[in-house]
């Protein structure tokens, strides 16, 4: 089943997950690099860009649950 969503997911959820993995990725590695380093403004900084991620997983959760919801109606 989650393939065939994957096969005939939109555009725009795609490009939301994918958004969402990088963000998330890049925060991960930034807040890695700001505490090893003791870059406490870097490591601070991270956190926006791991939540800016946590927030487009959600919106990908409602694109998600809007389309299933779509189809279910069907």
Avoid: C, P
């Avoid at 959820?13 to 870059?39: D, P, Q, R």
């Avoid at 927030?55 to 109606?73: D, E, F, M, P, Y």
């Amino acid at each position: 089943m989650l393939k065939e969503f994957w096969d005939s997911a939109s555009t725009t959820y795609k490009v939301l997950v994918f958004s969402a993995m990088g963000l998330l990725a890049v925060g991960i590695a930034l807040n890695l690099v700001g505490n090893t380093s003791g870059n406490q403004d870097l490591a601070v900084a991270s956190l926006a860009v791991i939540g800016l991620g946590l927030v487009l997983h959600i919106a990908g959760i409602v694109v998600r649950g809007q389309t299933i919801r779509k189809n279910l109606k069907r």
